[in-house]
């Protein structure tokens, strides 16, 4: 039975406490002759994990024949020691793929060469590890992901069109230390450039809503003529409304995000956020474990110069 969104994260929140003193989960072993396949998440009391995990179970229970499927997630955006303690883990239990969405694009190259050591096909999804410690470790880790600019680029440019020359905006900033967040600044940087539209503040808020909500009424304080906070995720934008909302601005300022969680979905539809990017969360972990499937079924995959295997990313506006 799948749990409410609630329960799943008072679920997580519970493992999250003991996860370091668990052994290795007896599934792991289910099967000797089909691959196992690691699937390492951020946060799980993200909805965009949660979505990413759904996908791949999903996509596990429709070709059960094809391979096992071991998921995790760690307690929250920064925990990067829970997750490498999970790669340790993975590479103990002696699986086959690793598909990860690594908490930090630097800090986790070490664990993951260990696990590239150890004879595990590794494939990085969400956010992109550092392209030169990757090389600098002489490992090769393919990227499956959007282009987390682009995606960014289309909705700075969608809001930069109700918006006018001058005006002030502040970006909400994922983990500073993570290549998705600082692409996604980019993106919106490079629309706001364009436009002529002044960025007054930058400010991390860690991929989480009470940090997005502590960053927003920072800014609208600092800043009253603040036009829009362009949030680098949906769950800061969550809130970034709320901070909008207490500040007595609803329908002064302008709120944008991406990922376009469920919880953005009455947000869009009656306003408090302009728009979001859809990088397709309940696909994207299966785009990484269909490339892991492949390279060990000893198939071409075709990553191009640079090691990516580029993903959809959309405007959505309602």
Do not use: C
């Amino acid at each position: 039975m799948k749990l409410p969104f609630a329960g799943r994260l008072l679920a997580v929140a519970m493992l999250a406490a003991t996860a370091a003193a668990l052994p290795v989960s007896s599934a792991l072993a289910e099967s000797a002759e089909k691959p196992k396949v690691a699937l390492v998440m951020k946060s799980l009391a993200n909805e965009f994990f949660l979505t990413m995990e759904d996908g791949a179970k999903a996509y596990q229970k429709e070709h059960s024949a094809d391979f096992d499927l071991i998921s995790n997630g760690i307690k929250d955006e920064t925990d990067t020691a829970g997750q490498t303690r999970i790669v340790e883990q993975m590479i103990l239990a002696k699986v086959n793929a690793l598909v990860i969405a690594p908490s930090d694009s630097k800090a986790m190259v070490p664990v993951i060469k260990k696990a590239v050591d150890a004879g595990i096909t590794v494939i990085n999804i969400d956010n992109q590890l550092d392209p030169a410690i990757v090389k600098s470790k002489n490992i090769s880790v393919p990227f499956v992901g959007p282009d987390n600019r682009k995606g960014a680029r289309l909705v700075g440019e969608y809001l930069a069109k109700q918006l006018k020359a001058g005006d002030e905006v502040g970006i909400i900033e994922g983990v500073s230390t993570t290549t998705n967040a600082q692409q996604r600044t980019a993106g919106f940087k490079d629309a706001m450039d364009a436009a002529q539209i002044k960025i007054v503040s930058l400010q991390s808020g860690d991929w989480e809503i009470d940090k997005g909500n502590k960053v927003a009424a920072s800014i609208l304080s600092e800043y009253p003529d603040v036009k829009a906070l362009l949030a680098g995720n949906d769950s800061m934008a969550v809130g970034a409304v709320s901070a909008v909302r207490a500040a007595g601005k609803a329908g002064q300022v302008q709120v944008v995000g991406y990922d376009n969680i469920n919880a953005i979905k009455p947000m869009l539809k009656d306003g408090r956020v302009l728009a979001t990017a859809d990088q397709f969360a309940a696909k994207q972990a299966v785009f990484g474990i269909e490339t892991a499937l492949k390279i060990i079924k000893g198939e071409k995959v075709d990553s191009g110069a640079n090691g990516v295997i580029e993903t959809p990313v959309e405007l959505v506006t309602k």
